[in-house]
C-alpha cells in the first residue's frame, strides 16, 4: 500500500477540478446536503404510496416510555389473525405485552448467568464498565426477539396478563432488575471461583 503525500493528494484536486460537473455537485450538496442532493424527484413521483389491502382495525396499542415497539409491533402483525381464529371480536381482542416483556427479560438475564458460568475469565468490572451488563436488563429488542419468545413460550390474551404501570415506565424496575443481575453476577463469579 502506498503513503498519502502532498503528491498525491495535488493529483486528485487536479482531476477533480478538470470535470466542471464535480463543482455543479458540490454546491447542490453544499446548499440542500447529500440526501437532497441524491433525491431523484422523478422516482419519488413515480413511486407514489398506494395501498390495496386493508388491515382490520384492532386495539392502538401505546408504549409510551417502554422500548418494547418491536413487541408491540409483533403482537400488532398477528393480534386480527389470533382474534379471528378463536372467534373474538377483533377489535376488542388483545395479546398480552407484559406476559412476552417478562419472558424476554427471563431470557435475556438467563443469558447473562448462562455465559458467566461458562466463561472462566468473565471480568466483573471490565464488563461492568462496557455496559454488558445493562443490556441483559434493557426492553429494547428486534423482530426476531418476538418471534423466538413467541415460538418458544407462546402468546396469551391481555385479559389473562393484563399491561402494568411498569410496562409503561419501567425506570423502576429496569433499575431494580439491573442492580439484581450485578449482584448475581457477582455471585455467580464468587461460587464459579469457590468450586474450581
Given at each position: 500500500?502506498?503513503?498519502?503525500?502532498?503528491?498525491?493528494?495535488?493529483?486528485?484536486?487536479?482531476?477533480?477540478?478538470?470535470?466542471?460537473?464535480?463543482?455543479?455537485?458540490?454546491?447542490?450538496?453544499?446548499?440542500?446536503?447529500?440526501?437532497?442532493?441524491?433525491?431523484?424527484?422523478?422516482?419519488?413521483?413515480?413511486?407514489?404510496?398506494?395501498?390495496?389491502?386493508?388491515?382490520?382495525?384492532?386495539?392502538?396499542?401505546?408504549?409510551?416510555?417502554?422500548?418494547?415497539?418491536?413487541?408491540?409491533?409483533?403482537?400488532?402483525?398477528?393480534?386480527?389473525?389470533?382474534?379471528?381464529?378463536?372467534?373474538?371480536?377483533i377489535e376488542e381482542f388483545s395479546l398480552s405485552v407484559t406476559y412476552l416483556s417478562f419472558m424476554d427479560k427471563l431470557e435475556k438475564t438467563n443469558t447473562i448467568y448462562e455465559y458467566v458460568i461458562e466463561n472462566d475469565h468473565f471480568d466483573f468490572e471490565t464488563e461492568l464498565s462496557k455496559g454488558y451488563l445493562q443490556f441483559y436488563t434493557y426492553e429494547g429488542g428486534y423482530f426476531c426477539y418476538f418471534k423466538d419468545l413467541v415460538k418458544k413460550y407462546g402468546i396469551v390474551p391481555e385479559s389473562t396478563k393484563p399491561e402494568i404501570e411498569c410496562i409503561h415506565h419501567p425506570g423502576d424496575l429496569r433499575a431494580l432488575l439491573k442492580d439484581k443481575v450485578k449482584k448475581d453476577v457477582w455471585n455467580l463469579i464468587n461460587e464459579t471461583e469457590y468450586t474450581k
Open positions: 500500500m502506498k503513503n498519502i503525500t502532498m503528491s498525491i493528494i495535488e493529483k486528485f484536486h487536479e482531476e477533480y477540478q478538470r470535470d466542471p460537473s464535480n463543482k455543479i455537485i458540490e454546491n447542490s450538496i453544499k446548499q440542500v446536503g447529500l440526501k437532497g442532493a441524491c433525491l431523484d424527484l422523478e422516482v419519488v413521483n413515480n413511486n407514489i404510496d398506494v395501498f390495496n389491502i386493508e388491515l382490520p382495525k384492532t386495539k392502538i396499542y401505546n408504549q409510551q416510555e417502554s422500548h418494547l415497539c418491536w413487541c408491540y409491533a409483533g403482537l400488532s402483525l398477528i393480534n386480527a389473525n389470533v382474534a379471528k381464529n378463536l372467534n373474538q371480536k
